[in-house]
């Protein structure tokens, strides 16, 4: 699993580092979880996990102020040279003296939020469950269709880059092109991204490299995007049987994650970014409790029925 560096977490939760001589670029978080240590302020240290980053709130403020000098040094030892990676204070609230020397004697960050305790810890937990989310690298298009990220696979050459580029001039929006970066965020999301340096850009063989947020503006991009269902296109083969009723689903697995997918035999003649508008709004439409597949299904039993009993 990569790391998340402390510099990151205090730009993005807007931070104030109480120990600007420690360099923040060199301690590394790994863990999404946070943790608050009031058991440990108490003395209790089974099951510790001292990889999270550690959230003191009003109620622990409030039990340290409680504590005798010489119980709150002996806590603020145990605690910090725990090798935790860094002191996050919750509400706006000030750090005493003590701490913030044992911090910089221990090399703990100590930083401060002006945000509730409750929301810090679900911003940081949402936030590090994504960065450190698994990550794998694959070949394809990924583009919101509708609200719907649709992930366009195939062979080169095939024609995916042109099919993104179509369903842009439609009015759709473009998250990457060539390389998706695909996380799993939990149990039932994947999140597709673009590599910084290939970010906005899409190539096109026989003309060259496009910048589509330039050429067409910032509403035909966008930076990340759930993975609901995948597009594989293929050359049209005359002898194989294609689906021609979706009456059941086939999915293809990334990181362990099912999305829905379909083979799309490609020919000239075939407009593809109609075909994936069609098919992102019909699994819109399966989402909300209509299947087209099964309605005509139902009419035609319901057919057979009416002439047996006739």
């Not at 294609?242 to 999915?251: A, I, N, S, T, V």
């Amino acid at each position: 699993m990569h790391g998340v560096v402390i510099t990151e977490l205090i730009e993005k939760m807007n931070l104030r580092n109480m120990t600007p001589e420690i360099d923040a670029e060199k301690i590394v978080l790994s863990h999404p979880d946070v943790n608050r240590p009031a058991l440990q302020l108490a003395g209790f240290y089974a099951h510790f996990d001292n990889e999270r980053v550690q959230v003191i709130g009003y109620v622990e403020q409030e039990y340290i102020r409680q504590m005798t000098h010489e119980r709150k040094l002996e806590m603020y030892h145990k605690l910090l040279s725990s090798q935790i990676p860094c002191m996050v204070y919750s509400r706006s609230q000030d750090p005493d003296e003590d701490m913030l020397d044992l911090c910089n004697h221990y090399g703990v960050s100590c930083l401060v939020s002006d945000k509730t305790t409750s929301d810090l810890m679900a911003e940081i937990i949402r936030w590090l469950k994504v960065k450190l989310a698994p990550c794998i690298s694959i070949h394809g298009v990924l583009v919101d269709v509708f609200g719907e990220g649709v992930l366009i696979m195939g062979e080169s050459g095939i024609g995916k880059s042109e099919a993104a580029l179509e369903l842009i001039k439609r009015g759709h929006r473009l998250v990457t092109d060539d390389v998706v970066e695909i996380r799993k965020v939990s149990d039932e999301t994947l999140i597709g991204s673009a590599p910084q340096i290939t970010k906005h850009f899409i190539e096109l063989r026989g003309i060259g490299i496009i910048d589509v947020k330039t050429l067409f503006g910032v509403e035909s991009v966008k930076d990340t995007q759930s993975i609901d269902m995948v597009i594989k296109l293929e050359d049209w083969d005359r002898d194989r049987e294609y689906d021609r009723m979706g009456l059941e689903e086939q999915y293809t697995e990334f990181l362990g994650n099912q999305v829905v997918c379909h083979a799309i035999p490609v020919r000239p003649g075939r407009n593809l970014a109609i075909i994936v508008e069609s098919a992102a709004v019909n699994y819109r439409q399966k989402k909300m409790g209509y299947n087209a597949a099964q309605e005509l299904y139902n009419r035609v039993q319901a057919n057979l029925l009416r002439k047996q009993d006739s």
